[in-house]
T-cell receptor
Framework: DTEVTQTPKHLVMGMTNKKSLKCEQH?????MYWYKQKAKKPPELMFV???????INESVPSRFSPECPNSSLLNLHLHALQPEDSALYLC?????????????FGPGTRLTVT | QKEVEQNSGPLSVPEGAIASLNCTYS??????FFWYRQYSGKSPELIMF????GDKEDGRFTAQLNKASQYVSLLIRDSQPSDSATYLC????????????FGKGTMLLVSP
């Protein structure tokens, strides 16, 4: 089973709102990722967690705050977003963070910032 | 700068034909190679990965890797209209924290 789940599927939020995106996997994977994808563009890496520790932050603005409560869960806390942050937010996981591990994506959360 | 290049397409093939999708990469430290299929409005789905030079077959899909030429391809045999999607090539270099570098994707259109 290579299932990564994400909630909610769709989210509309105002620029002053605080919301959270959730991601869960039960494959025993030790690396989890957040990506942002705009239309007709490839996914763009935001954060990498390895063994529940933040290992990569791709210079993401502080209005995006990741959290890894345990090895199965990954959250992305959103605050004071801008309309240009509207995108598909993808969570992914892999068995490890090295080069020989495949990444599996969740279905994504479609975020609209009004 | 590490780059992964793909022809944006669209690549149009008739049903039943072989679709050939190509990808080149610039980083000679690249170690692992992945093909993702992405339907419009959906998330990327991993369909093939290859680590060694040569061919790897899985059903109607064949991935081909040539590290000397820095070239990886995906062949889809007996193409079906349901194969119509964007195909993303991604590579990882050999390092501790190895992240995916994506190409921009090739749109494939299979006509009935």
């Amino acid at each position: 089973d290579t299932e990564v789940t994400q909630t909610p599927k769709h989210l509309v939020m105002g620029m002053t709102n605080k919301k959270s995106l959730k991601c869960e996997q039960h494959m025993g994977h030790r690396a989890m990722y957040w990506y942002k994808q705009k239309a007709k563009k490839p996914p763009e890496l935001m954060f990498v967690y390895s063994y529940e520790k933040l290992s990569i932050n791709e210079s993401v603005p502080s209005r995006f705050s990741p959290e890894c409560p345990n090895s199965s869960l990954l959250n992305l806390h959103l605050h004071a977003l801008q309309p240009e942050d509207s995108a598909l937010y993808l969570c992914a996981s892999s068995q490890g963070s090295g080069s020989s591990y495949e990444q599996y994506f969740g279905p994504g959360t479609r975020l609209t910032v009004t | 700068q590490k780059e992964v290049e793909q022809n944006s397409g669209p690549l149009s093939v008739p049903e039943g034909a072989i679709a050939s999708l190509n990808c080149t990469y610039s980083d000679r430290g690249s170690q692992s190679f992945f093909w993702y299929r992405q339907y419009s409005g959906k998330s990327p789905e991993l369909i093939m990965f290859i680590y060694s030079n040569g061919d790897k077959e899985d059903g109607r899909f064949t991935a081909q890797l040539n590290k000397a030429s820095q070239y990886v391809s995906l062949l889809i045999r007996d193409s079906q209209p349901s194969d119509s999607a964007t195909y993303l090539c991604a590579v990882k270099r050999n390092s501790g924290y190895s992240t995916l570098t994506f190409g921009k994707g090739t749109m494939l259109l299979v006509s009935p």
